[in-house]
């Protein structure tokens, strides 16, 4: 079984920053795409950025230049650092990969259980 476990929420100052863990475990063969997804409350879940196990990214244009995403093929955790965070950045955030058991296996999406931000002064 596969698990993505979410860290780095929480209450931060307009202006201020945060950094989003999410580390995979259990049976994993391979792991391509790794992302961040939002979710605030009345809208739709959004994309916030993806990377690529070669470590090309994409992000949201409301993102670009302020969050950068990376990840640790080794540790199978993909990072989000949150600059300049505005008060239109409180969500909750999900974690995304699309990830291969075994070999055999075809590659299915899990998911985080999300992490709560919150800009507020």
């Known amino acids: 079984q596969v698990q993505l476990v979410e860290s780095g929420g929480g209450l931060v100052q307009p202006g201020g920053s945060l950094r989003l863990s999410c580390a995979a475990s259990?049976?994993?063969?391979?792991?391509?795409?790794m992302g961040w997804y939002r979710q605030a409350p009345g809208k739709q879940r959004e994309l916030v950025a993806v990377?690529?196990?070669?470590?090309?990214?994409n992000y949201a244009d409301s993102m670009k230049g302020r969050f950068t995403i990376s990840r640790d093929n080794n540790k199978n955790t993909v990072y989000l650092q949150m600059n300049s965070l505005k008060p239109e950045d409180t969500a909750v955030y999900y974690c995304?990969?699309?990830?291969?058991?075994?070999?055999?296996?075809?590659?299915?999406?899990?998911w985080g259980q999300g992490t709560q931000v919150t800009v507020s002064s």
């Open positions: 990377v690529l196990n070669g470590g090309s990214s």
């Open positions: 259990g049976s994993i063969f391979s792991i391509n795409a």
């Open positions: 995304n990969a699309k990830i291969k058991a075994t070999m055999l296996d075809p590659q299915y999406d899990y």
